[in-house]
Structure formats: structure tokens, C-alpha cells
């Protein structure tokens, strides 16, 4: 509400506040990740001097299926893809992505064939890896995720419980820049910050390049100067100026 302050929940330190912290609202509860822990807040709670950060666990949970094979190395990156989660960014297969079971946020195990299981992409030949490392998942269309790498758009059009779901690649010259730089426009549209530029995206479009760029001719010294690798940007929709911050 407009005026009010934070409050701290939880004085423990159950995420590594050194390094960048992924979350996300699903159902009744706030999940979060930073490369080394996963933990979940129950969101029910109104008193916050009663809420807790409690670490997420489970037998088919993301610690012990979205992690590395060796070491404790967790995603980095998660976001909400319909009815289930999706998380990338471990440290040692950061080419892969992870799907939860629908409507299941402590359910990572790939262990059935039911198509509403969780899914491994990169461990089958349907949904593969994209072949570098993954900057950021982003929802995008009407029911389908966007798999950015740095030099990479791939577009999963929907749902892999879907008959006709797959993967299409929308540019194997630009990418994101950080898990942050994207937002969503208009119509099941999406604004995203590659290295050459802003890009303006919808579903329907294939074999994007540089000439795609909305800031193209308008911002080229700005981006041809950037150094990428220490900026992690954020990007915003202004919808009552027309314009992205």
C-alpha cells in the first residue's frame, strides 16, 4: 500500500546476499534461488513478524533435481511458464533448462512419461539445450517461453504437454544480456536488451538480426560502448508514457 514500510521478515541469512537473487510468486508461496540455495516463503501469512524463509526441500525437489552433478550448484534463474516453473542457470550445465510438474512447484523429477511430468530440457533429443549457456527465460505469446542465451533466441511455443509444442530458433546472433533485460509489451509481445539493441518481439517472427533493433539509428553509440559483463540491467513496460525504462 502507498506509504508503507519494509519490514524484515526473517533475520537469518537463508540466501547469499552477495550475489543476484531470482524469485517468484506461484500459487500461495515466493520461490527463490541464488546458485547456492533454493527457499520459499509461505505468502498466506498477513503478520510479518510471523513469516519465515524456509528452505524448499523435497524428495523431488529442485535440490535434488535442478542442481550439478557435482557440488551444490543450483539455478540462478526462475520464472513462472503457465501451470508449472521453469529454472536455468546451473553453474556446471548452464545450457540446460528445467520444467516443475504442472501445478507442482516441488516436483522436478523427469521420472514418468505423463505429459504433465517435469521436464529436463537438454537431457532428450524433443527438447534439447540451446547450446550455450541461458541468460533468461522469459514467458512469451499466448503459452509459450523464451530461452535466451547471449548470442541466441529460442522460442518453446508452448506447454510440452501440448501436442504440436517445439522449439524454434529465433536468432543465432542475438541474445539477452542479463535474467532482467526484458518485459512484456503489447499483445503477447516482449522487449528485450541484446547487445546490439533494443528488440521489439512476437511470436510470429523468425531469423531475427541487428536490423531488427527499435533503437536502431537512434542509440547505436550507446550500445557499440557498453561493456555488458559487469551491468546486470532491468527493464520496465511504461504504459501510460508509452515507453521502456
Not at 549457456?133 to 517461453?145: C, D, E, Q, R
Not at 539509428?217 to 557498453?226: A, E, I, M, T, V
Request: hydrophobic share 40%.
Amino acid at each position: 500500500l502507498p506509504g508503507s514500510q519494509p519490514v524484515i521478515m526473517d533475520d537469518t541469512t537463508p540466501l547469499n546476499a552477495t550475489r543476484r537473487v531470482s524469485g517468484v510468486q506461484f500459487k500461495e508461496y515466493a520461490y527463490l534461488c541464488d546458485g547456492t540455495n533454493y527457499v520459499k516463503v509461505d505468502l498466506t501469512v498477513k503478520d510479518a513478524d510471523d513469516v519465515s524463509v524456509t528452505t524448499w526441500t523435497h524428495a523431488d525437489g529442485p535440490d535434488n533435481y535442478v542442481k550439478s552433478s557435482v557440488g551444490d550448484h543450483y539455478a540462478t534463474i526462475i520464472t513462472r511458464f503457465g501451470a508449472r516453473l521453469a529454472m536455468a542457470g546451473v553453474e556446471t550445465a548452464r545450457e540446460s533448462w528445467f520444467l516443475s510438474a504442472i501445478d507442482d512447484a516441488d516436483d522436478w523429477n523427469p521420472d514418468t512419461t505423463a505429459v504433465t511430468d517435469a521436464v529436463a530440457g537438454g537431457s532428450g533429443v524433443e527438447y534439447g539445450s540451446i547450446g550455450e549457456p541461458i541468460t533468461a527465460l522469459v514467458p512469451f505469446g499466448s503459452s509459450g517461453m523464451l530461452i535466451a542465451g547471449k548470442r541466441s533466441l529460442t522460442y518453446l511455443t508452448g506447454d510440452p504437454a501440448f501436442s504440436g509444442t517445439a522449439m524454434h530458433s529465433m536468432s543465432r546472433s542475438l541474445g539477452l544480456v542479463g535474467p532482467n533485460a526484458w518485459c512484456a509489451g503489447p499483445s503477447q509481445s516482449v522487449f528485450v536488451l541484446s547487445e546490439e539493441g533494443l528488440l521489439f518481439l512476437t511470436p510470429n517472427m523468425f531469423d531475427i538480426d541487428k536490423s531488427a533493433a527499435v533503437s536502431r539509428g537512434k542509440l547505436d553509440s550507446f550500445f557499440q560502448n557498453r561493456r555488458w559483463y559487469d551491468l546486470d540491467p532491468v527493464l520496465v513496460h511504461d504504459v501510460s508514457r508509452s515507453g521502456i525504462w
